[in-house]
Nanobody, 114 residues
Framework: VQLQASGGGLVQAGGSLRLSCAAS????????IGWYRQFPGKQRAAVAV???????VYADSVKGRFTISRDNAKNMVYLQMNSLKPEDTAVYSC?????????WGQGTQVTVSS
């Protein structure tokens, strides 16, 4: 499985961005796809995860502001980020989990200015 993330950029506080993660390859083996973010000097942490059945899990810090969704026909997963805060500034990456492997896409920078 290969993942391609896009949609990052610079936005003012209170603004919105939508990240996209395009999956290719053996997408039928994917059980869940998640968005993670990494702050400078910190490890990546989960932001939101969506399972193949559509169940979602969010980090407490983004609940009510971020929404993860998937379009199975297009092999796409999206992260709609609203009410962005400067503390959301990070490198965001998507991750796919299958029974026997995990795959990462490249990161995309999200910068929220105050």
């Amino acid at each position: 499985v290969q993942l391609q993330a896009s949609g990052g950029g610079l936005v003012q506080a209170g603004g919105s961005l939508r990240l996209s993660c395009a999956a290719s390859g053996d997408t039928g083996s994917i059980r869940a796809i998640g968005w993670y973010r990494q702050f400078p000097g910190k490890q990546r942490a989960a932001v939101a995860v969506i399972s193949s059945s559509g169940n979602t899990v969010y980090a407490d810090s983004v609940k009510g502001r971020f929404t993860i969704s998937r379009d199975n026909a297009k092999n796409m997963v999206y992260l709609q980020m609203n009410s962005l805060k400067p503390e959301d500034t990070a490198v965001y990456s998507c991750n796919a989990q299958a029974n026997t492997f995990a795959a990462w896409g490249q990161g995309t920078q999200v910068t929220v200015s105050s």
